[in-house]
Protein backbone atom coordinates (compact mmCIF):
# COMPACT_ATOMS: atom_id res chain seq x y z
CA UNK A 1 0.00 0.00 0.00
CA UNK A 2 1.25 3.10 -0.64
CA UNK A 3 -0.55 5.46 1.55
CA UNK A 4 -0.15 3.69 4.98
CA UNK A 5 -3.73 2.51 6.43
CA UNK A 6 -4.27 4.90 9.40
CA UNK A 7 -3.90 4.14 12.74
CA UNK A 8 -2.52 6.29 15.64
CA UNK A 9 -0.17 5.48 18.50
CA UNK A 10 -2.56 5.62 21.63
CA UNK A 11 -4.90 2.84 19.78
CA UNK A 12 -5.08 -0.99 20.99
CA UNK A 13 -4.00 -2.75 17.53
CA UNK A 14 -3.39 -6.49 17.71
CA UNK A 15 -1.92 -8.43 14.57
CA UNK A 16 -2.12 -11.94 14.01
CA UNK A 17 -0.44 -14.20 11.85
CA UNK A 18 1.89 -17.39 11.24
CA UNK A 19 5.88 -16.77 11.35
CA UNK A 20 7.33 -14.80 8.69
CA UNK A 21 3.59 -13.72 8.14
CA UNK A 22 5.24 -10.60 7.87
CA UNK A 23 3.58 -8.88 11.37
CA UNK A 24 6.43 -7.30 12.71
CA UNK A 25 7.55 -5.29 9.49
CA UNK A 26 3.88 -4.13 9.82
CA UNK A 27 4.13 -3.08 12.95
CA UNK A 28 7.86 -1.61 12.87
CA UNK A 29 6.66 0.22 9.72
CA UNK A 30 4.57 2.19 12.11
CA UNK A 31 6.21 2.53 15.29
CA UNK A 32 9.11 3.66 13.63
CA UNK A 33 7.41 6.60 13.19
CA UNK A 34 6.24 7.51 16.67
CA UNK A 35 8.13 9.64 18.82
CA UNK A 36 6.95 7.98 22.13
CA UNK A 37 7.16 4.21 22.13
CA UNK A 38 8.26 0.91 23.84
CA UNK A 39 8.89 -1.94 21.85
CA UNK A 40 9.10 -5.47 23.80
CA UNK A 41 11.30 -7.93 22.30
CA UNK A 42 11.63 -11.11 24.55
CA UNK A 43 12.99 -12.88 20.89
CA UNK A 44 15.99 -10.08 21.08
CA UNK A 45 15.88 -9.59 17.10
CA UNK A 46 14.59 -5.86 16.56
CA UNK A 47 16.77 -2.60 15.81
CA UNK A 48 15.30 0.28 15.15
CA UNK A 49 17.20 3.78 13.55
CA UNK A 50 17.09 6.25 16.75
CA UNK A 51 15.72 3.87 19.00
CA UNK A 52 17.90 2.44 22.22
CA UNK A 53 18.27 -1.43 23.00
CA UNK A 54 17.95 -1.99 26.54
CA UNK A 55 18.12 -5.33 28.64
CA UNK A 56 16.77 -3.72 32.46
CA UNK A 57 13.11 -2.90 32.94
CA UNK A 58 13.52 0.15 34.39
CA UNK A 59 15.38 1.65 31.55
CA UNK A 60 12.18 1.81 30.12
CA UNK A 61 11.12 5.14 31.66
CA UNK A 62 14.82 6.71 30.49
CA UNK A 63 14.75 6.59 26.71
CA UNK A 64 11.17 8.41 24.88
CA UNK A 65 12.05 5.60 22.12
CA UNK A 66 13.05 2.20 23.60
CA UNK A 67 13.53 -1.13 22.98
CA UNK A 68 13.68 -3.79 25.43
CA UNK A 69 15.33 -7.08 24.91
CA UNK A 70 13.56 -8.30 28.53
CA UNK A 71 15.26 -11.74 29.89
CA UNK A 72 14.74 -14.72 27.44
CA UNK A 73 13.75 -16.78 30.37
CA UNK A 74 11.67 -14.54 32.44
CA UNK A 75 8.15 -14.91 33.31
CA UNK A 76 6.13 -14.09 30.30
CA UNK A 77 4.14 -12.29 32.53
CA UNK A 78 5.75 -10.22 34.63
CA UNK A 79 7.50 -9.44 31.60
CA UNK A 80 4.38 -8.12 30.27
CA UNK A 81 3.19 -6.54 33.56
CA UNK A 82 6.55 -4.35 34.06
CA UNK A 83 6.10 -3.59 30.04
CA UNK A 84 2.83 -2.16 31.03
CA UNK A 85 3.45 -0.58 34.07
CA UNK A 86 6.49 1.74 32.12
CA UNK A 87 3.85 3.04 29.71
CA UNK A 88 1.38 3.74 32.19
CA UNK A 89 3.91 5.53 33.99
CA UNK A 90 5.15 7.31 31.03
CA UNK A 91 1.88 8.40 29.32
CA UNK A 92 1.88 9.01 25.65
CA UNK A 93 3.12 5.93 24.87
CA UNK A 94 2.88 3.33 21.90
CA UNK A 95 3.59 -0.18 23.68
CA UNK A 96 4.66 -2.39 21.18
CA UNK A 97 4.76 -6.09 22.44
CA UNK A 98 5.83 -8.14 19.33
CA UNK A 99 4.86 -11.53 20.75
CA UNK A 100 2.00 -11.37 23.05
CA UNK A 101 2.17 -14.82 23.93
CA UNK A 102 5.23 -14.34 25.58
CA UNK A 103 3.60 -11.55 27.32
CA UNK A 104 0.23 -13.68 28.71
CA UNK A 105 -1.26 -16.87 28.46
CA UNK A 106 -5.00 -17.62 27.78
CA UNK A 107 -5.70 -17.10 31.33
CA UNK A 108 -3.34 -14.79 32.56
CA UNK A 109 -2.01 -10.90 32.23
CA UNK A 110 -0.38 -9.41 34.57
CA UNK A 111 -2.43 -6.36 36.28
CA UNK A 112 -0.29 -3.55 35.16
CA UNK A 113 -0.98 -4.61 31.61
CA UNK A 114 -4.27 -5.47 32.00
CA UNK A 115 -4.49 -1.98 33.03
CA UNK A 116 -2.64 -0.80 30.11
CA UNK A 117 -4.88 -2.02 27.32
CA UNK A 118 -8.00 -1.47 29.73
CA UNK A 119 -7.70 2.41 30.90
CA UNK A 120 -4.57 3.57 28.85
CA UNK A 121 -6.32 5.62 26.01
CA UNK A 122 -7.33 8.13 28.15
CA UNK A 123 -3.78 8.32 29.12
CA UNK A 124 -2.28 8.17 25.86
CA UNK A 125 -1.22 4.78 25.91
CA UNK A 126 -1.57 2.51 23.24
CA UNK A 127 -1.16 -1.27 22.98
CA UNK A 128 0.04 -3.04 19.99
CA UNK A 129 0.39 -6.65 19.99
CA UNK A 130 1.45 -8.94 17.42
CA UNK A 131 0.92 -13.04 18.04
CA UNK A 132 1.60 -16.04 16.29
CA UNK A 133 -0.82 -18.05 18.24
CA UNK A 134 -4.07 -16.31 19.22
CA UNK A 135 -5.64 -19.25 21.12
CA UNK A 136 -2.69 -18.79 23.72
CA UNK A 137 -2.83 -15.49 24.82
CA UNK A 138 -5.72 -13.47 26.63
CA UNK A 139 -9.15 -12.46 24.99
CA UNK A 140 -8.22 -8.44 26.00
CA UNK A 141 -5.96 -8.37 22.77
CA UNK A 142 -9.10 -9.11 20.53
CA UNK A 143 -11.86 -7.56 22.85
CA UNK A 144 -10.62 -4.45 23.48
CA UNK A 145 -8.70 -4.14 20.35
CA UNK A 146 -9.65 -0.82 18.05
CA UNK A 147 -8.49 -2.59 15.38
CA UNK A 148 -7.41 -6.33 14.25
CA UNK A 149 -5.14 -7.26 11.64
CA UNK A 150 -5.41 -11.08 10.68
CA UNK A 151 -2.92 -12.76 8.27
CA UNK A 152 -5.34 -14.90 5.92
CA UNK A 153 -2.39 -17.42 6.42
CA UNK A 154 -3.69 -18.14 9.92
CA UNK A 155 -5.06 -22.04 10.05
CA UNK A 156 -6.47 -24.29 12.34
CA UNK A 157 -7.76 -23.56 16.36
CA UNK A 158 -6.25 -20.01 16.05
CA UNK A 159 -8.77 -19.49 13.18
CA UNK A 160 -11.41 -20.42 15.30
CA UNK A 161 -10.66 -18.11 18.49
CA UNK A 162 -9.93 -15.02 15.83
CA UNK A 163 -13.74 -15.98 14.13
CA UNK A 164 -15.26 -14.65 17.36
CA UNK A 165 -13.93 -11.20 17.03
CA UNK A 166 -13.47 -9.97 13.64
CA UNK A 167 -16.64 -9.80 10.39
CA UNK A 168 -17.50 -12.91 8.68
CA UNK A 169 -16.22 -11.62 5.59
CA UNK A 170 -12.33 -12.52 6.93
CA UNK A 171 -13.19 -16.31 6.50
CA UNK A 172 -14.22 -15.82 2.68
CA UNK A 173 -11.41 -13.73 1.66
CA UNK A 174 -8.94 -16.51 3.25
CA UNK A 175 -9.97 -18.34 -0.38
CA UNK A 176 -8.85 -15.85 -2.43
CA UNK A 177 -5.06 -14.96 -4.01
CA UNK A 178 -3.99 -13.07 -2.28
CA UNK A 179 0.03 -11.02 -2.61
CA UNK A 180 2.45 -12.51 0.24
CA UNK A 181 2.60 -9.95 3.33
CA UNK A 182 -1.36 -9.53 3.07
CA UNK A 183 -3.57 -8.72 6.51
CA UNK A 184 -7.02 -8.19 6.49
CA UNK A 185 -7.63 -5.24 8.62
CA UNK A 186 -10.99 -4.32 10.25
CA UNK A 187 -12.11 -1.80 12.51
CA UNK A 188 -13.38 -2.06 15.67
CA UNK A 189 -17.76 -1.65 14.99
CA UNK A 190 -16.83 -2.50 11.01
CA UNK A 191 -18.64 -4.83 9.16
CA UNK A 192 -16.37 -5.75 6.40
CA UNK A 193 -12.41 -5.81 6.84
CA UNK A 194 -10.15 -4.84 3.65
CA UNK A 195 -6.12 -5.96 2.52
CA UNK A 196 -3.78 -4.00 2.98
CA UNK A 197 0.17 -4.49 2.79
CA UNK A 198 3.36 -3.10 4.13
CA UNK A 199 4.85 -1.03 1.26
CA UNK A 200 8.54 -2.16 1.55
N1 LIG B 1 5.48 -6.16 3.29
C1 LIG B 1 6.70 -6.71 3.17
N2 LIG B 1 7.47 -6.45 2.10
C2 LIG B 1 8.70 -7.00 1.98
N3 LIG B 1 9.25 -7.83 2.89
C3 LIG B 1 8.54 -8.13 3.97
C4 LIG B 1 7.23 -7.58 4.18
N4 LIG B 1 6.74 -8.05 5.36
C5 LIG B 1 7.72 -8.83 5.85
N5 LIG B 1 8.77 -8.90 5.05
C6 LIG B 1 10.01 -9.68 5.28
O1 LIG B 1 9.63 -11.03 5.53
C7 LIG B 1 10.35 -11.57 6.64
C8 LIG B 1 9.38 -12.01 7.74
O2 LIG B 1 8.66 -10.87 8.19
P1 LIG B 1 8.44 -10.59 9.75
O3 LIG B 1 9.69 -10.83 10.50
O4 LIG B 1 7.79 -9.28 9.85
O5 LIG B 1 7.39 -11.76 10.08
P2 LIG B 1 6.68 -12.07 11.47
O6 LIG B 1 5.25 -12.35 11.14
O7 LIG B 1 6.97 -11.01 12.44
O8 LIG B 1 7.38 -13.43 11.89
P3 LIG B 1 7.60 -14.04 13.39
O9 LIG B 1 6.30 -14.65 13.76
O10 LIG B 1 8.67 -15.04 13.20
O11 LIG B 1 8.00 -12.92 14.27
C9 LIG B 1 11.30 -10.48 7.09
O12 LIG B 1 12.56 -10.70 6.51
C10 LIG B 1 10.70 -9.21 6.56
O13 LIG B 1 11.66 -8.22 6.29
MG1 LIG C 1 7.94 -11.00 14.23
Redesign the pocket.
Known amino acids: MTDRWALRAADKVTIIGP??S????L?LGYVAHMPSVIVHDP?H??ELPDFVIISRAEDMLRHPRVIWRSPQLADPVDAGNWAGYAALQRKHTCLYL??AALVTTANRIGPWLRAAIITGRSQGVGVWA?T?RPKDVSNLFFSEAHAILVSPLLVGFDVEKVKGFVPEDYLSLRNKEFPPFSFYAVRRGEKHGRLIRAGS
Not at 22 to 25: A, M, P, V
Request: proline share 0%; net charge negative; charged share 35%.
Open positions: NGGKSFAKEIDEAQ
